[in-house]
């Protein structure tokens, strides 16, 4: 596994101790996330989502995100963008965040 990979899965890791506060899953099983990239020089670039561009955490969520990025290890800049296209929807989820909300 090359080390953009390992970092990468170690990002991933640390997006999914973030929370939403209004929904008990957190954001990367949420399907909040949409991207992460890592550069070779250890910068990461996340794009992710809201539930809704009225979320009442628009502007914590990212920032939250971003803090746990920059605690990964090797990791030496990071920068979370939020975009609404495509809009976020409950399929985006995955199966475990389902499961866990009764959907399933």
């Known amino acids: 596994m090359s080390d953009s990979a390992v970092i990468e899965k170690q990002v991933i890791d640390a997006l999914r101790t973030c ?11 949420l399907g909040l996330i949409y991207e ?10 996340v ?31 990071a920068k979370v963008e939020v975009v ?7 399929s985006m989820m995955s199966e475990a965040a389902k499961l866990q909300l009764g959907l399933l």
């Open 84 to 90: 609404f296209d495509p809009p976020w929807d409950s």
């Open 47 to 77: 794009r992710m989502t809201l539930t809704s561009p009225a979320c009442p955490s628009a502007q914590e969520l990212p920032i939250e995100a971003e803090a746990k990025v920059r605690t990964v290890p090797d990791v030496t800049d």
């Open 19 to 29: 929370y939403d506060p209004e929904i008990p899953v957190n954001i990367y099983e």
């Open 36 to 45: 992460v990239k890592v550069a070779p020089n250890g910068v990461v670039n």
